[in-house]
C-alpha cells in the first residue's frame, strides 16, 4: 500500500496546475475519471491487466436520434397515444351498449318463459295455494245456455222436515235431483251450502251441485263445482268429488286423461282408507278408462 500511495503522490505532483477548465457535462467528466482510474491501475499494477478494476460508475448510454425526426417528437408521441386510448374507449362504449340490450332482452325473454311456464291462475274465490287440475274457461258473453233456472217450492217433491234446517235444504235439493231437474238441483244445493257453509250436509250439497251440472252436461261446471268441494278436506263428499271431477274431465270435449289420473292419485294419498266399497268401483273403472299407469 505504501507503494500505491507514493504513486499517487507522484502522479498528482507530475499534473501541472492549469487554469479552471470550463465546466464539463456528467458524461465527459465520468470519461475522464474513468481514464484517470485506469492510468492509477497501470502505475499499481503494472503489466497486471487483468487486475484492472471496472469502473463503478458507467457513462449512460446516449439513445440515438433517428435521422429527420422533427423537435417535436415526443409530442406527436403522445398525441399518437392519446388518440389510441379515444378510439379504444370509444370501443369499448359501444360493445358495452350492445352487451347492455342483449341482456335487457335476455330478461324480457326469462320473464317470458316464466309466465308461460307458470301455474294456471286459480278460480275466483280460491284458497291460497289451491290449484284446479283444469282451468276452467269463463263463459261466452252473452251465453244463457248453461245457466241454471232458479229452483221453486213447487218444483220440489214434498219432503218431511227433519228439524235441521241445513239438511232439509240439501234433501230439497236431492229431491230436484231425483226428479232429473239438474239445473234446479243445482241452484238450490248451491245455495244450501252458501247459506249452511258449516252444517255437515253442505259437503253433501256441493257434491250433488257437481253431480247436477255433470248429469246436465255442463262438464266445466262440474270441474270447478267438485275442485271447490274437495277444499274442504274434512267434508264427507270430499273424496267422492275427486272421482266425479276425473269423470267430468274425461267427459269434457277434448277429454283429459292425465288431470283425471292426477285426480285418482290425489284421492288415494289424501284418503287412502275411504275408498272403498262403491266408491273403490267407481275409481277402478275410472282409472281404466282414463288408462291411468
Same mark, same amino acid.
Given at each position: ?19 479552471? $477548465? ?13 481514464? !484517470?482510474? =485506469? ?34 417528437? $415526443?409530442?406527436?408521441?403522445?398525441? =399518437? ?25 335476455? #330478461? ?39 245457466? $241454471?233456472?232458479?229452483? #221453486?217450492? !213447487? ?74 268441494? #274437495? ?5 264427507? =263428499?270430499? $273424496? ?11 267427459? =269434457? ?41
Amino acid at each position: 500500500m505504501t507503494k500505491a500511495f507514493a504513486a499517487l503522490l507522484l502522479l498528482s505532483s507530475a499534473v501541472p496546475a492549469l487554469a479552471a $477548465p470550463p465546466p464539463a457535462t456528467v458524461e465527459s467528466r465520468v470519461g475522464v475519471l474513468e481514464k !484517470e482510474m =485506469r492510468a492509477v491501475q497501470r502505475k499499481v499494477f503494472p503489466g497486471g491487466a487483468q487486475q484492472y478494476f471496472e469502473p463503478e460508475i458507467k457513462a449512460p448510454t446516449a439513445v440515438p436520434m433517428p435521422a429527420g425526426m422533427p423537435s417535436d417528437a $415526443p409530442l406527436a408521441d403522445l398525441m =399518437r397515444r392519446v388518440d389510441a386510448l379515444e378510439r379504444t374507449l370509444a370501443d369499448m362504449t359501444g360493445q358495452m351498449e350492445q352487451n347492455s340490450f342483449k341482456v335487457r332482452q335476455l #330478461t324480457e325473454d326469462v320473464a317470458k318463459l316464466k309466465a308461460a311456464a307458470a301455474p294456471p291462475a286459480d278460480v275466483a274465490g280460491a284458497a291460497p295455494g289451491a290449484t284446479l287440475p283444469y282451468v276452467v274457461p269463463p263463459a261466452p258473453k252473452g251465453a244463457t245456455g248453461g245457466t $241454471p233456472a232458479p229452483a #221453486t217450492a !213447487e218444483a220440489a217433491p214434498a219432503t218431511a222436515p227433519s228439524g235441521d234446517p241445513g239438511k232439509d235444504a240439501y234433501m230439497a235439493g236431492y229431491d230436484l235431483w231425483t226428479a232429473k231437474k239438474f239445473p234446479e238441483a243445482a241452484t238450490a244445493l248451491k245455495a244450501m251450502a252458501t247459506k249452511y257453509p258449516k252444517n255437515k250436509y253442505a259437503s253433501y250439497a256441493r257434491n250433488l251441485a257437481g253431480r247436477a251440472y255433470l248429469d246436465n252436461g255442463q262438464y266445466n261446471e262440474a270441474i270447478r263445482e267438485f275442485f271447490e268441494n #274437495t277444499k274442504d278436506e274434512a267434508g264427507e =263428499r270430499a $273424496p267422492h268429488s275427486y272421482v266425479y271431477m276425473a269423470q267430468a274431465l274425461m267427459k =269434457r270435449k277434448p277429454p283429459l286423461p292425465d288431470k283425471a289420473c292426477q285426480a285418482y292419485e290425489v284421492l288415494a294419498s289424501k284418503y287412502p282408507d275411504k275408498v272403498t266399497g262403491g266408491l273403490a268401483d267407481l275409481v277402478a273403472k275410472g282409472k281404466a278408462d282414463a288408462k291411468c299407469p
